[in-house]
């Protein structure tokens, strides 16, 4: 059987989980494959820390070089973590012509433009599908699955460590950083959690998300990015009464009326998803997609979007497929551009209903106050919860408001905020009616 050279870039949890599978099941991928994937190296600066299994000390070496400069590794698996060692090491590894596999979401973020218009240069594939929801299939799904497909939406909880936490707080009425360490003790939070927490994780899945559906490579700073630390145990029992969940919450979307150069909405924030909906029901480390595609309608992806197996389901699956492609060369490196769409809506112009909470004075004339900013900004009410129970000098005021643009919504909370019966910043959280 022919023997498939692999060097793994990256010996740490995921690394490993790649190895044991690797060698786990051995036997159902050369039935499968009809090829045998053999880890030639492992590059990895720690190189004597015991790992269960533990391969083989003559694969080791501490010098990425060395797997770029062996002839017999002909695909790379980059999964070093941090953005600039793996973006050279992936740019070698394409100059030396070998198959590179990431499950770097970053660095794709980040680098993605320059990396697929090298690989495309090259004729060498870069395959990705672990950067994205984990163990989820999403990438293949959208470069093969949907190709028939204007993707019309995806709304994505697609970072595990944010879902456990606002679902832990909800269902066990934990604390925010109690709920962090548990998720952090289970291995699903990043090694520094701020951008599980800040909402940059979930953003860097989502350009990739995006930029795959709508053919050009979406820029960080054209998005928009709030994450979960402002969330709190008071918002996440309103959202209950009013008959929500309180999900961090991907939003990609295009407009249907518009079919040359669209721009899309692309925005990662902790969102008030109706409980009807199948998504407040996606708990724990799980990570799961809705996608609408313009032929095949409604879809849903479900599965673990974090931990060491999940992951490694992933990197071998694409692994798999670059052994195929080493084969069989193919016209997809990756990411393949097209002109339908060219850009992203600013945040002020996207159009939203939201969930206002304020602290106020309990006093005759505040209310109408209130309401008479947002009539300025001609934002509607839908409903008003105002419980008697006094916080200190202060009462609870709860307003759902109909859908705005969010330049509109920042003027009025900017007034509101001002007032002299306003006692602490408002709490704005976008709802999304998925009409
Ligand atoms: N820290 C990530 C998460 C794991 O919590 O989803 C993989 O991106």
Known sequence: MRQIGIGIAGFGTIGVGV??????????????????????KIADLDITRPRTPMPPAELFTTDWHDLINDPEVQIVVE???????????????????????TANKALLAEHGKEIFAVAAEKRIPVFFEAA???????????????????????HGIINGTSNYILTRMTQAGLGFEQALAE??????????????????????KAIILA??????????????????????ATDIQFAQKLGYKIKLLAVIKSDESCTENCPIEVRVHPTLVPESHVLASVNGVFNAIAVHGDVVGETLFYGRGAGQDATASAVISDLAEAAVALETPRPNFGFVPHGLYGSCTPIEEVVTPYYMRLAVIDRPGVLALITGILSEESIGISSVIQPEAHEEETVPLVLMLHAAPQGRMNRATEKIAALECVKRPPQVLRVESFA
């Open 19 to 40: 190895y044991k599978h690797l060698v786990g099941n051995r036997r159902l991928l050369e039935e499968r494959l009809g090829l045998e994937l053999t880890v030639k």
């Open 79 to 101: 999964l070093m973590g941090g953005v600039k060692i793996p973006y050279q090491f992936v740019m070698a590894a394409l100059e030396a012509g070998k198959i590179v596999v």
């Open 132 to 154: 994205a929801a984990g163990g989820v299939p999403i990438i293949k799904a959208l470069k093969e699955a949907f190709v028939a497909n204007h993707i019309r939406s995806m």
């Open 183 to 204: 998720a952090q003790a289970a291995g699903y939070a990043e090694a520094d959690p701020t951008l599980d927490i800040n909402g940059w994780d979930a953003a860097h």
């Open 211 to 232: 930029s795959l559906a709508y053919g050009f490579w979406v820029d960080g700073k054209d998005i928009h990015v709030e994450g979960i630390q402002n969330v709190t």
